[in-house]
């Protein structure tokens, strides 16, 4: 049974930043890509930014490229997004997610955490 967890989310002034965490247990952790997505008030999840398992590969929505940065540190079987220059529509539930392939779509994604609310105030 994979599990995984959130943390780091918060209230942010914009322009301001947050770093999220994802903490992930049971599994093989190697065989996941790791995703981070999230949900705005009143749309759909959305992809905001996913990592291979080497962290060679990175890829991003266009509404966040530049200002957020994915990561994962193996050795604790975490990932991390680094947001930066906040903007109230980021305003969100953030939620990481572990799949088999290498992809951004949340169907395709097979294992979430609970998620972690993020707050920009203008």
């Known amino acids: 049974q994979v599990q995984l967890v959130e943390s780091g989310g918060g209230l942010v002034q914009a322009g301001g930043s947050l770093r999220l965490s994802c903490v992930v247990s049971?599994?093989?952790?190697?065989?996941?890509?790791m995703g981070w997505f999230r949900r705005r008030p009143g749309k759909d999840r959305e992809f905001v930014a996913r990592?291979?398992?080497?962290?060679?590969?990175?890829y991003y929505a266009d509404d966040v490229k530049g200002r957020f940065t994915i990561s994962r540190d193996n050795a604790v079987k975490t990932i991390y997004l680094q947001m930066n220059n906040l903007k109230p529509d980021d305003t969100a539930l953030y939620y990481c997610?572990?799949?088999?392939?290498?992809?951004?779509?949340?169907?395709?994604?097979?294992?979430w955490g609970q998620g972690t609310q993020v707050t920009v105030s203008s």
């Open positions: 990592i291979n398992w080497s962290g060679s590969s990175t």
């Open positions: 049971g599994g093989t952790w190697s065989n996941y890509v």
């Open positions: 997610g572990a799949s088999r392939g290498l992809t951004y779509r949340p169907s395709e994604y097979q294992w």
